[in-house]
């Protein structure tokens, strides 16, 4: 092994509202059988990495469940393992954690009890597809100091992303961090590789200084003094940050190509296996290009749409391009559109929930409609 992995879960993102109310972001659900650390962590495992921390702080008890037992990324080896790191953890004085390098620091005793002599950072909220071991030979090759994964948006808005300028050799020139005005559409992926020890040092160095960020205070302040640079990724690559993106993905996963690329070609995605019964299609019911997950009760129609588990669907309902999580009872003859309803909710029956695609209409978890 060449690397150790740390997985950045920190979980708190008031864009998605009513969704992380009481789950971290990473803990999310994606896709009907999938959260959002699956990719990360599957990523990481198919790469080899098999030493992991997931590092987090806010909502972390779905995160906890879910990723209680390591063995369902492959990471329950001896001398290797999956870690959760919180800062309640850490010591009594400690509540939170102060920015991304901070989050580190608190930890660096992981990274100096590990003896691999690269980290690879990733973010725990990202729906993507990577080898990290490429990225580790190019920063190899590249002599690097810090490699960046970055990516080619191609006149998309990058304004809530950080925009990389990147010289012919793909060393770093600049990085602006949510510009208003961004001066390039290449930005960072959130996905580093270091070097261990000189993470170390520069976490050690930053704490001294009173410094908590790692992109303004590692990567933006060593811009010049650090050789840093980019690798360039072309798949697949959704990062979770608001409720539009959230739908944006789910939708994705009804794409046969993305579909094809994320779950259906090596290496996979895996999850925290749920044993249910499968999906059961009655007398009248009528599926167009929707997922349908485990113990899926379907008597009405479903058109462009993800079900979670255990969803009841009642007759003559109308389910389309909606987003219905895991326990959810749709009462007859309701009619539900550009909607997303988180877990367990009751919708009854003849009720009509219209949202629109610039609109979607989200509902918290349990709520009665």
Same mark, same amino acid.
């Given at each position: 092994?060449?690397?150790?992995?740390?997985?950045?879960?920190?979980?708190?993102?008031?864009?998605?509202?009513?969704?992380?109310?009481?789950?971290?972001?990473?803990?999310?659900?994606?896709?009907?059988?999938?959260?959002?650390?699956?990719?990360?962590?599957?990523?990481?495992?198919?790469?080899?990495?098999?030493?992991?921390?997931?590092?987090?702080?806010?909502?972390?008890?779905?995160?906890?469940?879910?990723?209680?037992?390591?063995?369902?990324?492959?990471?329950? %080896?001896?001398?290797?393992?999956?870690?959760?790191? =919180?800062?309640?953890?850490?010591?009594?004085?400690?509540?939170?954690? %102060?920015?991304?390098?901070?989050?580190?620091?608190?930890?660096?005793?992981?990274?100096?009890?590990?003896?691999?002599?690269?980290?690879?950072?990733?973010?725990?909220?990202?729906? =993507?597809?990577?080898?990290? @071991?490429?990225?580790?030979?190019?920063?190899?090759? !590249? &002599?690097?100091?810090?490699?960046?994964?970055? !990516? &080619?948006?191609?006149?998309?808005?990058?304004?809530?992303?950080?925009?990389?300028?990147?010289?012919?050799?793909?060393?770093?020139?600049?990085?602006?961090?949510?510009?208003?005005?961004?001066?390039?559409?290449?930005?960072?992926?959130?996905?580093?590789?270091?070097?261990?020890?000189?993470?170390?040092?520069?976490?050690?160095?930053?704490?001294?200084?009173?410094?908590?960020?790692?992109?303004?205070?590692?990567?933006?302040?060593?811009?010049?003094?650090?050789?840093?640079?980019?690798?360039?990724?072309?798949?697949?690559?959704?990062?979770?940050?608001?409720?539009?993106?959230?739908?944006?993905?789910?939708?994705?996963?009804?794409?046969?190509?993305? %579909?094809?690329?994320?779950?259906?070609?090596?290496?996979?995605?895996?999850?925290?296996?749920?044993?249910?019964?499968?999906?059961?299609?009655? @007398?009248?019911? &009528?599926?167009? &290009?929707?997922?349908?997950?485990?113990?899926?009760?379907?008597?009405? =129609?479903?058109?462009?749409?993800?079900?979670?588990?255990?969803?009841?669907?009642?007759?003559?309902?109308?389910?389309?391009?909606?987003?219905?999580?895991?326990?959810?009872?749709?009462?007859?003859?309701?009619?539900?559109?550009?909607?997303?309803?988180?877990?367990?909710?009751?919708?009854?029956?003849?009720?009509?929930?219209?949202?629109?695609?610039?609109?979607?209409?989200?509902?918290?978890?349990?709520?009665?409609?």
């Amino acid at each position: 092994m060449k690397a150790v992995g740390i997985v950045l879960a920190g979980g708190k993102r008031n864009a998605l509202g009513a969704l992380t109310m009481q789950r971290n972001v990473a803990a999310i659900p994606v896709g009907g059988s999938y959260r959002a650390i699956d990719f990360a962590l599957s990523n990481l495992s198919n790469s080899g990495i098999k030493k992991v921390a997931v590092i987090s702080q806010h909502n972390t008890r779905s995160l906890t469940d879910h990723i209680s037992s390591s063995k369902w990324w492959g990471f329950g %080896r001896k001398k290797t393992g999956l870690f959760l790191f =919180t800062p309640h953890m850490i010591s009594a004085e400690t509540f939170s954690y %102060r920015g991304t390098a901070d989050a580190i620091y608190q930890n660096v005793d992981f990274l100096k009890k590990s003896n691999e002599p690269y980290v690879v950072i990733v973010s725990g909220e990202q729906v =993507t597809k990577m080898d990290y @071991d490429k990225l580790i030979q190019y920063h190899i090759e !590249k &002599n690097a100091d810090i490699t960046i994964m970055c !990516k &080619n948006m191609q006149g998309e808005d990058v304004r809530d992303y950080g925009v990389v300028k990147l010289d012919e050799e793909l060393r770093m020139v600049d990085l602006e961090e949510k510009p208003l005005e961004p001066q390039g559409d290449t930005v960072s992926l959130g996905v580093y590789v270091i070097g261990r020890e000189l993470l170390i040092h520069l976490l050690e160095e930053l704490e001294s200084e009173a410094r908590y960020n790692f992109v303004s205070d590692i990567l933006i302040r060593y811009r010049r003094k650090l050789k840093i640079y980019g690798y360039m990724f072309d798949g697949y690559w959704k990062t979770i940050k608001d409720i539009p993106a959230f739908y944006e993905a789910n939708m994705d996963f009804l794409n046969p190509e993305v %579909r094809k690329f994320l779950f259906n070609t090596a290496p996979h995605i895996f999850t925290k296996a749920k044993d249910e019964p499968p999906a059961k299609f009655n @007398d009248h019911s &009528n599926i167009a &290009n929707s997922i349908i997950s485990g113990g899926d009760i379907i008597n009405g =129609t479903v058109e462009q749409s993800v079900l979670f588990r255990k969803v009841f669907v009642g007759e003559n309902a109308v389910i389309k391009n909606s987003i219905i999580m895991e326990g959810c009872t749709i009462g007859r003859g309701a009619v539900l559109e550009n909607v997303i309803l988180d877990k367990q909710i009751y919708v009854s029956e003849g009720q009509r929930l219209i949202g629109t695609p610039e609109d979607i209409l989200v509902y918290p978890k349990r709520s009665i409609i």
